[in-house]
């Protein structure tokens, strides 16, 4: 199943993040629901079509075209929200460089 695949896939990212120290008991429902939200925004942003979907006590339910790409996004920083505790911080941090 997509959903199943995409959830284990989430979570794979999750774990390869989480910072020295911490284990995935120690991220609570944190980790599944961070998973949901970065698989349903997978799905979002490919727009293959998927109207709505279900994943334990989460529904999400996709809007069209010009919608995807924010719904997107919100659901990615809503992960990010909910796994910050937990995980390194990803990107590029350019602090105390003088320009």
């Not at 959903?3 to 999750?14: K, R, T, Y």
């Not at 993040?17 to 991220?27: F, H, P, Q, S, T």
């Amino acid at each position: 199943m997509l959903l199943a695949a995409l959830c284990a896939v989430a979570e794979d990212a999750w774990l390869a993040r989480l910072r020295e120290g911490v284990a995935a008991e120690d991220c609570g429902e944190a980790l599944p629901c961070a998973a949901a939200f970065t698989a349903a925004a997978d799905l979002a942003a490919g727009g293959d079509g998927v109207a709505s979907f279900s994943a334990g006590d989460i529904s999400v339910r996709l809007e069209g075209g010009g919608e995807r790409a924010g719904r997107a996004e919100s659901l990615r920083q809503a992960a990010e929200r909910l796994m910050e505790p937990f995980v390194r911080a990803e990107g590029l941090w350019a602090q105390g460089v003088e320009g």
